[in-house]
């Protein structure tokens, strides 16, 4: 059996790793597995013990405070361009910033880097300072 055809379902939420269970499904030979879930199980879970398991799960670590500080929230800036009063077409003539760029960003589906990251926070601390200098 080759290693690429084989995915690893695991169970993310279970309480302890004894209790894990891992199936084997290989595409297009085993018949697709059925969901199992046992909700009036997950139900009866503590918040420690959810906490314990979900920190056993590999593919779900916590963030670090740092990668959260660096983190982009599409919601802050629809919430900063509301608190402007303006659309998106008038937020993006204003800051020079791209229509469907500005779009993406607030859909989640682009982060702003770099620059455009800073760019953002200078228009969120002091957006008439920001006016000013694009208009002068």
Same mark, same amino acid.
């Given at each position: 059996m080759r290693r690429d055809n084989v995915c690893r379902i695991i169970?993310?939420?279970r309480a302890s790793r004894s209790e894990?269970?891992?199936?084997?499904?290989?595409?297009?030979?085993d018949p697709k597995p059925e969901r199992r879930t046992?909700?009036?199980?997950l139900n009866r879970m503590s918040d420690e013990e959810i906490g314990r398991a979900a920190l056993?799960?590999?593919d779900?670590?916590?963030?670090?405070? /740092? !990668?959260?500080? +660096?983190?982009?929230?599409?919601?802050?800036? @629809?919430? *900063? #361009?509301k608190?402007?009063?303006?659309?998106?077409?008038?937020?993006?003539?204003?800051f020079m910033f791209n229509l469907r760029t500005l779009q993406?960003? /607030? !859909?989640?589906? +682009?982060?702003?880097?770099?620059?455009?990251? @800073?760019? *953002? #926070?200078v228009i969120e601390r002091n957006p008439d300072a920001v006016r000013a200098a694009l208009e002068g």
């Open positions: 169970s993310a939420r894990r269970a891992a199936l084997r499904y290989r595409p297009g030979r046992d909700w009036a199980r056993d799960d590999p779900a670590q916590p963030l670090s405070d /740092e !990668q959260l500080a +660096r983190g982009f929230r599409p919601k802050t800036l @629809t919430a *900063l #361009r608190r402007l009063g303006l659309s998106q077409a008038e937020f993006a003539r204003q993406d960003w /607030e !859909q989640g589906r +682009r982060k702003p880097e770099g620059i455009a990251r @800073t760019y *953002l #926070r």
